[in-house]
């Protein structure tokens, strides 16, 4: 019984950390705009956006697809909660795991 709920609860650890989300990106169309974290937006830099995380976190999202990942900064609040994600990448750091084209992939996402 002992063994059976360990192995529960690491389960739910696990899936706690490391979630399955859909993500997008954003960029030219935010440029020169102020950040949650005062700076101004540089969609050559790699950061995401997200309403649950606290600025400064350091993320690891992995494109399920093809196993690619990237770590990135929370700078930006945002996407709105009707949009049902937890983070939008920026530019430059949706390009490393995805071609722009997609749009929304599904990632994992790893608090580092």
Known sequence: MK?????VFLIVLACAVCRA???SWYGDESASRLMANGQPFNPKAITCASRSYPLGTRLRVTNLANGRSVE???TDRGPARRLHRDIDL???AFKQIAPLR???IQ???EPL
């Open 3 to 7: 063994k059976t709920f360990a192995i």
């Open 21 to 23: 989300e859909i993500v």
């Open 72 to 74: 990135v900064v929370v």
């Open 90 to 92: 920026s530019k430059a």
């Open 102 to 104: 997609l749009g929304l």
């Open 107 to 109: 990632v994992t996402i």
